[in-house]
């Protein structure tokens, strides 16, 4: 389906946006990279897809900083002409109570999960609409629709993004291009892997116990959210059948935001 097209993932060098990154390249997709990491591992990862026939690159924007996302956006579009699917998925987490949330903690949760997304879309969207097609796809999460306690700054970025989403939507509706966004429950990859270090340290349990006590708390599945399951809504997003879904904050999350 996505063969000819290009995606660029932010933030796809682990977790979910690795898996997005698979499960486009798998539907035909050449795919631009991004994210830290060791050089060997990308390395290795741009090879993975390479044998899947993607054509990739990758760059390490640090997504916080709009002149590297702006350098991001031109190599992209000057290695494969343009953008077609752009998913906006780099994301940090911070766990504190207002009064000791450090505020360039702060700073940094908002630049990187919520501006780093109006600069890709900003740079990204004029030659989607000369195309007249494409996919914006945030990577928002269930803390876009509902807060949790010491999350000030993740809930507020997410509920942001979602709300970003429904203004791109609308501003793209008559077009060939759709925003949507995603918005999982708990995943377990590093990001909620440290949480889950952090509360068996605090409580003084196993790790076994703080995984499954995280999950009991939110998420009435207790089962966690795959990456394989995100990868594979991407690319229904991505499909004809999804050409008038627009403006959606979709939730994949076990159930949390049902109750
Ligand atoms: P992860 O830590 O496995 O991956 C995060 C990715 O973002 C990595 O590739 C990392 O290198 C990259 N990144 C971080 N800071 C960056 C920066 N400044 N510039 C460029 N890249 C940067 O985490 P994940 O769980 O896969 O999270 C991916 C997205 O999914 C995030 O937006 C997160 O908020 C969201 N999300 C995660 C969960 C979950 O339970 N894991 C739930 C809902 C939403």
Redesign the pocket.
Known sequence: MLKGRTALV?????????EIARALAADGANVAL????DAAVIAGIEKELQARGARTLYH??????PAEIADLIAQAESEFGRIDVLVN?????HVANIEEFPPERWD?II???LS?AFHTIRLALPKMKQANWGRIIN?????GLVASAQKSA?VAA?HGIVGLTKAVALETATTGVTCNAI??????????QKQIDDRAAREKIDKGRARTELLAEKQPSRE??T?EQLGALAVFLCSDAASQIRGAAWNVDGGWYAQ
């Open positions: 932010t933030g796809s060098t682990s977790g979910i946006g690795l991004n994210g830290f990491g390490g924007a640090d997504m916080s900083k998925n780099a994301g940090i987490q940094a630049a990187i999960n780093s990577v928002a999460s269930v803390h993740y997410k918005c999982p429950g708990w995943v377990l990859t590093p990001l909620v966690f959210v990456p």
